[in-house]
């Protein structure tokens, strides 16, 4: 099978599992996004060490893991009393963010001085650059979704009240479902329309010294289709947005979604690979195929919660 069959295979085969799970939420979601970014991590640490850096992986997963669980922070919140009885002290999530950082931080420094490796900056500057890149920008992806269950805080610019009826939350859940679909596919539909309008009328290059075959036509033509994307979903699925709230996400997606893939470049040009690894054939890595989905989710992710839900 050519190239081009396998990467179609294999997206036949994963998109629709990706969307349900998307759809789901809930812990579904957030399993899905934990084994992205254990994946993506492990990843992260075979480019680095190509660089010479030999991260920390066991504690870059703990940090990452223990950051996407911040942004379950309602649902476990309330989850986990109930199931052991009630009576347990559960932090803040902004309490719960701070004791990651300040614990992780020194533990990786301290590790770093007992484990004798050479290239402790950059052992240790790796481990730390991994565990937020991948880990908290994942980890905003769950908060993307999670958003829409926080009713006491969120639907007030929505509904007009707190008190929710079960249709009022039903459609809550349908459009946090809904936000994280259109948001992928705004992703893909960018990738999609930047790849083949670059290959059809691309002449000036965007960022030769990164990825030599991307062009600034391309580029257009990815955020155009963003854009479309985005505001082809407000008008069938999300009728919470304004229109120019829309096309502030499609915004978001087609310049952020572009500089991620450019970034996880950089990375891989500077490790001298073509792939972050093999694990997804004609894809390459799981690194690989989520760059965009890192830059993008945690921007979307702060705009629904300080100006859409403000």
């Not at 942004?71 to 932090?91: Q, V, Y």
């Not at 991994?130 to 269950?149: C, K, N, Q, T």
């Not at 859940?173 to 992703?187: C, E, K, M, P, R």
């Not at 891989?268 to 894809?283: E, I, Q, Y």
Request: hydrophobic letters at 55%.
């Amino acid at each position: 099978m050519s190239n081009t069959g396998t990467r179609v295979l294999v997206a036949v085969i994963a998109i629709p599992g990706i969307l349900l799970l998307a759809w789901l939420g809930g812990y579904a979601w957030a399993l899905f996004v934990a084994a992205v970014m254990v994946a993506s991590l492990y990843e992260f640490a075979a480019l680095a060490r190509a660089r010479g850096a030999e991260t920390q992986r066991g504690m870059m997963v703990a940090a990452g893991l223990a950051l996407l669980l911040v942004f379950l922070h309602e649902r476990l919140s309330s989850d986990i009393p109930a199931l052991l009885g009630g009576g347990i002290h559960w932090p803040l999530q902004w309490q719960a963010f701070l004791w990651i950082l300040l614990l992780f931080t020194p533990a990786v420094l301290l590790i770093e001085l007992f484990r004798n490796r050479p290239g402790p900056l950059m052992n240790t500057a790796a481990t730390v650059l991994g565990a937020l890149y991948i880990g908290l920008f994942l980890g905003s992806a769950v908060g993307m979704r999670e958003i829409f269950s926080v009713v006491e805080f969120h639907v007030g610019p929505v509904f007009g009240t707190a008190d929710l009826s079960p249709a009022q939350m039903t459609q809550l859940d349908d459009w946090g479902g809904f936000t994280v679909i259109s948001v992928l596919a705004a992703i893909w539909l960018c990738d999609t329309a930047a790849y083949f309008g670059g290959r059809a009328m691309g002449r000036h290059k965007l960022f030769p010294r990164v990825s030599p075959n991307k062009t600034w036509e391309g580029a257009v033509w990815g955020f155009a289709a963003a854009l479309a994307g985005m505001l082809a979903a407000q008008q069938l699925l999300l009728d919470y947005l304004t229109v120019t709230q829309a096309l502030v996400i499609g915004g978001i997606v087609g310049i952020l979604g572009q500089l991620g893939d450019l970034v996880e470049s950089l990375l891989k040009r500077d490790a001298g690979v073509k792939d972050s690894s093999t694990l997804l054939p004609g894809h390459g890595g799981v690194f690989d195929r989520f760059d965009s989905f890192l830059f993008v989710s945690p921007a979307v992710f702060l705009y629904l919660d300080f100006v859409v839900f403000a």
